[in-house]
């Protein structure tokens, strides 16, 4: 995410909106200002806030506007220096929202798949958008000390997996960089949050900071399309599962739940047992 925001700061900075377009009708989740409002804005910063991407706007009214997407799993952004001129309509296809600078470059917002998750919000105060306001401390900012990961850790009678993930305790590790930072810590995802002694917690500490790192300098400079194929390729175990561990070469193995599943490898974390996956006990029974 911090890649895609430094690519979008280089490409959109100092660009003047024209119009905004909406294919996917649930994408949008605010209605106060109104998209029209973005007409003639001129995109000053693009940051990022856990996994939300924030293009900062001064509207000609003089007041700042907020355009906040949260590309959830199968969302991407896709930049073009020169947009269809036809307008974006509603359809079938992945194309969830659309914004066309007045010198006809842009990015479309598209999201594969049929769980519509993507989200757009319109803002005059990035707070305002939920998730944000509750999101938990960015892992490479500099006060994320370990002491500041022990106090997020203990009492949490959790799976460090989950806990990892939780946008609201950590922002911006997500499903696929915990798997990542939990196999190259040698850690299995289901040990309990509250049972890390203090040297675990500053060697995930170090791990958490050295793949987060890691991962933004590989992507750092590749544009947004670029991006996806290079997130993958860096990948050890997640998404992974069949194939062999690149540290050790056992089989990565995976757990899969209602909506997600992780990756991990037996012998680099949970001393060769694999963990139960009850989807596919049940299965099995
Ligand atoms: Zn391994």
Same mark, same amino acid.
């Given at each position: 995410?911090?890649?895609?925001?430094?690519?979008?700061?280089?490409?959109?900075?100092g660009?003047?909106?024209?119009?905004?377009?909406?294919a996917?009708?649930?994408?949008?989740?605010?209605?106060d200002?109104?998209?029209?409002?973005?007409?003639?804005?001129?995109?000053?910063?693009?940051?990022?806030?856990?996994?939300?991407?924030d293009?900062?706007?001064?509207a000609?009214?003089?007041?700042?506007?907020?355009?906040v997407t949260?590309?959830a799993?199968?969302?991407w952004?896709?930049?073009?220096d020169?947009?269809?001129?036809?307008?974006a #309509?509603?359809?079938k296809?992945? &194309? =969830?929202f659309? !914004?066309?600078? *007045? @010198?006809? %470059?842009?990015?479309d917002?598209?999201?594969?798949?049929?769980?519509?998750?993507?989200?757009?919000?319109?803002?005059?105060?990035p707070?305002?958008v939920?998730?944000?306001?509750s999101?938990?401390?960015?892992?490479?900012?500099?006060?994320?000390?370990?002491e500041?990961l022990?106090?997020?850790?203990?009492g949490?009678?959790?799976q460090i997996?989950?806990?990892?993930r939780?946008?609201k305790?950590?922002?911006?590790?997500?499903?696929?960089?915990?798997?990542?930072?939990?196999?190259?810590a #040698?850690?299995?995802?289901?040990? &309990? =949050?509250?049972? !890390?002694?203090? *040297? @675990?917690? %500053?060697?995930?500490?170090?791990?958490i900071?050295?793949?987060?790192t890691?991962?933004?300098?590989r992507?750092?400079?590749?544009?947004?399309?670029?991006l996806?194929?290079?997130?993958?390729?860096?990948?050890?175990?997640?998404?992974r599962?069949?194939?062999?561990?690149p540290?050790?070469?056992d089989?990565?193995?995976?757990?899969?739940?209602?909506d997600s599943?992780l990756?991990?490898c037996?012998?680099?974390?949970?001393?060769?047992?694999?963990l139960?996956?009850r989807?596919?006990?049940?299965?099995?029974?």
């Open positions: 995410m911090q890649s895609l925001a430094a690519d979008l700061r280089q490409r959109a900075g660009r003047v909106i024209d119009r905004a377009e909406i996917e009708f649930s994408v949008l989740k605010t209605y200002p109104p998209l029209a409002a973005l007409v003639g804005a001129v995109v000053g910063d693009v940051t990022r806030y856990g996994k939300f991407l293009l900062v706007t001064a000609p009214d003089g007041g700042t506007l907020h355009l949260h590309l799993r199968a969302g952004l896709r930049w073009r020169e947009m269809p001129a036809s307008p #309509r509603p359809g296809g992945p &194309l =969830a659309r !914004l066309v600078f *007045a @010198d006809g %470059a842009g990015f917002l598209t999201e594969a798949g049929t769980r519509k998750r993507l989200a757009v919000y319109l803002v005059r105060d707070a305002d939920p998730g944000i306001a999101l938990g401390p960015d892992p490479l900012a500099p006060d994320f000390t370990p500041v022990g106090g997020l850790l203990a949490r009678r959790t997996k989950g806990v990892l939780d946008q305790i950590i922002a911006g590790i997500g499903n696929a960089y915990s798997d990542e930072v939990l196999h190259a #040698r850690m299995s995802p289901f040990r &309990l =949050a509250s049972s !890390l002694t203090e *040297a @675990d917690v %500053a060697a995930l500490h170090a791990v900071v050295s793949t987060l890691s991962a933004i300098e992507s750092s400079g590749l544009a947004a399309a670029d996806k194929a290079e997130k993958k390729s860096g990948l050890a175990v997640h998404g599962a069949g194939e062999k561990c540290v050790c070469g089989v990565i193995r995976e757990v899969s739940f209602a599943a990756q991990y037996p012998t680099c974390q949970t001393g060769g047992k694999p139960a996956d989807r596919l006990s049940r299965l099995l029974k």
